[in-house]
């Protein structure tokens, strides 16, 4: 009789060891998976990152390197480029502005911007 249960705690012993060791082996390859997914998943967030949006940042790099050279070659005025506001503050009166545009509206823009420019410029004068 003491075999028999010395034999049945024996056995229900080794289910127990047994089921522990599985557990903590599921849980160790649960571990594995989740830090390969994650793995994966960062590597796949950085081909997006080349492959989609590395070609507008390049461009915009060089677009605003560049802008003169770009707007000459899209054929675009100084006005067009930069906007009305941006090319009175300050391009206007200085070295970089053009004197001659590249349509009929972009010569009127910059005749009338030149015209608010002295007007504003006389007014300062004059205050002062």
């Known amino acids: 009789m003491d075999l028999k249960i010395l034999t049945a705690s024996g056995i229900l012993s080794m289910y127990c060891v047994e089921a522990i060791f599985i557990f ?21 967030f950085i081909a997006v990152e080349i492959c ?20 000459q070659w899209e054929g675009k005025s100084q006005i067009e480029w930069y906007g009305e506001k941006y090319f009175n503050k300050h391009i206007l009166g200085t070295s970089k502005e053009e004197k001659t ?3 009929d509206l972009a010569n009127v823009q910059i005749i009338g911007s030149e015209k608010i420019h002295k007007a504003v410029l006389s007014g300062q004068r004059k205050k002062m």
């Open 52 to 71: 989609i949006e590395f070609p507008y940042q390049v461009q915009g790099y060089y677009k605003r390197k560049y802008a003169e050279e770009y707007r």
């Open 101 to 103: 545009g590249n349509s």
């Open 24 to 44: 903590l082996h599921n849980e160790i390859v649960e571990l594995f998976e989740m830090v390969g997914m994650w793995f994966f998943i960062n590597l796949a």
